[in-house]
């Protein structure tokens, strides 16, 4: 499986670039969000990708983040959610807005993507929910970014991202909670709070435990 290009943008339209790498031309479908923030033509990119096989069909999809990737793979697990459904919430949300929208149950914000509707939402919601705080903290651990190269490569990886072990609860496992916090659009604040009471309570918690726990504590009440 192709896991990751390199290489310069030839053209680009409005669901996807073509990258040329070392002179062969990949199409490579993306969320909005995603195309947003590709360079322009005839500049060097470095996406991760996923390869969709079917009988009649071959596709590339293209992220700048692990995450997006992984969240991409989660989304066309749930049943009536394909490729193009899952580039919708993801160009509507983007990454960090699914995790959040999944781990706290907000199903209406997944409606909101186009051509999802309130059973598809909420089957996304219910089906995801128990793995939201494994991809945040991927998200947390990890550094993201598809760094650019100058020189142009395709690597095949021999199956999806695999979410990064969390590491122990502890001044690491508490920072990496909280990056993932505040990337949800947390206030620092109210973020640092919720997670150092979800250490308390939990003192062994694991980096994804600590997101769960302290997603639980910032959920509105009532």
């Not at 509507?92 to 807005?97: H, K, Q, R």
């Not at 991809?135 to 598809?146: D, L």
Request: net charge negative; aromatic share 4%; with cysteine.
């Amino acid at each position: 499986m192709i896991g990751r290009l390199a290489g310069r943008i030839d053209y680009r339209a409005a669901d996807h670039v073509l990258i040329d790498v070392r002179g062969v031309g990949y199409l490579v479908y993306c969320s909005e969000q995603t195309l947003r923030a590709l360079p322009g033509t005839g500049e060097h990119v470095a996406l991760y990708t996923d390869l969709l096989v079917r009988e009649d069909l071959l596709q590339l999809y293209g992220f700048t983040t692990l995450a997006e990737k992984e969240w991409h793979r989660l989304l066309m697990s749930v049943q009536g959610v394909g490729a193009k459904a899952s580039l919708s919430i993801l160009g509507t949300l983007g990454p960090d807005g699914v995790g959040r929208a999944i781990a706290l149950g907000d199903w209406n914000a997944v409606k909101a993507a186009k051509g999802i509707g309130p059973k598809t939402a909420q089957r996304v919601v219910n089906e995801l929910k128990d793995k939201a705080p494994e991809v945040m903290a991927m998200g947390a651990v990890s550094s993201q970014a598809a760094p650019v190269q100058d020189t142009d490569d395709v690597i095949e990886t021999p199956g999806p991202a695999t979410p990064a072990p969390a590491a122990p609860s502890g001044p690491g496992a508490q920072a990496e909670a909280l990056s993932a916090l505040t990337n949800l659009g947390y206030a620092p604040g109210e973020a640092a709070g919720a997670v150092a009471q979800a250490a308390g309570d939990a003192p062994e918690a694991e980096t994804a435990e600590l997101i769960r726990l302290s997603l639980r504590l910032l959920a509105p009440k009532g």
